[in-house]
């Protein structure tokens, strides 16, 4: 929990960039006259000059829920299948398969607790100015009464569908990469091992991310159905019926490069978060043991 709370509030900015390319109808191209957002940096300079610096923070409240409830989570049921995997199987405890098993479960049990609270953050880190929702207990209510309940798992179809083999990629790779680490470089002090954990947890993330993308592309489109009033001053919006009809819609539209908007902002997101958590998990541990 403290990792993740730690780890939210430096990249809150790049998750707010982020979710701004994944929404983009429009080509994330200074060619296109109609695009909105064109590159990370004219984007951070346009939502600064339009919303002011606090825009970057836009959400921050449910993304702190969502992190640190689904940090908590996560990794809590991993500890706990990585033990009960070492006990009922012939796998150590350390072994990439089991990682990547059992870091799958633990993000798919996380996703369903906190699920409801991703797409508040979302419907924040989307809306421009003047704002729709002004605080969260608003945001809650007024889309409780005019969506309905399911509304707060919009998305979850393919949150799920990705989260598996993203969870399960980022804890194999991570322990590859430890493994690896410990071959090559000899064993140093405390400080070096936590400069390792970060590095390994950075790259983990980005190979994890890069794979599973398009599915958290798909999940943010879908999060913002029935949202598409306050999504109006940024161009063009779209109505999906469900996954699949979200998929050829972009497809048809937007071509393969739609499923990917937004991964520059999302993969240096990945790097900092992901190795972010793993070092400060590390390091609360160390000194908690």
Not at 10 to 18: A, I
Not at 83 to 99: C, D, E, F, I, W
Not at 103 to 128: E, K, M, N
Request: charged content about 15%; hydrophobic content about 45%.
């Amino acid at each position: 929990s403290a990792s993740g709370l730690v780890t939210r509030v430096l990249v809150s900015p790049l998750d707010v960039v982020k979710i701004r390319f994944q929404l983009q109808i429009e080509q994330l191209s200074s060619r296109n006259p109609g695009a909105k957002y064109h590159g990370i940096s004219q984007a951070v300079w346009r939502i600064f000059q339009e919303e002011g610096l606090v825009a970057f923070w836009k959400g921050h409240v449910p993304a702190q829920l969502l992190s640190v409830g689904y940090g908590a989570v996560q990794f809590m049921a991993f500890e706990s299948l990585t033990k009960l995997a070492h006990n009922v199987t012939p796998y150590g405890a350390r072994h990439s398969l089991v990682h990547f098993v059992c870091g799958g479960l633990a993000a798919c049990a996380a996703t369903a607790a906190v699920q409801p609270v991703d797409t508040l953050r979302t419907r924040f880190a989307a809306q421009g100015e003047p704002k729709v929702y002004h605080s969260l207990r608003h945001a809650v209510v007024t889309m409780y009464q005019t969506e309905g309940p399911w509304t707060f798992y919009r998305g979850l179809t393919p949150t799920i569908i990705a989260i598996f083999p993203y969870a399960g990629f980022q804890f194999s790779f991570y322990n590859i990469l430890q493994q690896f680490s410990e071959w090559v470089i000899p064993a140093e002090g405390k400080k070096g091992g936590n400069v390792k954990n970060l590095v390994c947890g950075s790259c983990a993330g980005i190979i994890s991310k890069t794979l599973t993308y398009p599915f958290d592309l798909f999940k943010k489109r879908l999060q913002v159905g029935g949202f598409e009033h306050a999504r109006a001053a940024f161009g063009q919006v779209r109505m999906y019926r469900g996954l699949l009809d979200c998929i050829r819609q972009i497809m048809r539209e937007e071509g393969p490069g739609g499923f990917f908007k937004g991964l520059s902002p999302s993969l240096l997101k990945a790097a900092l978060s992901t190795g972010l958590v793993f070092f400060w998990y590390e390091l609360f541990c160390s000194l908690l043991c």
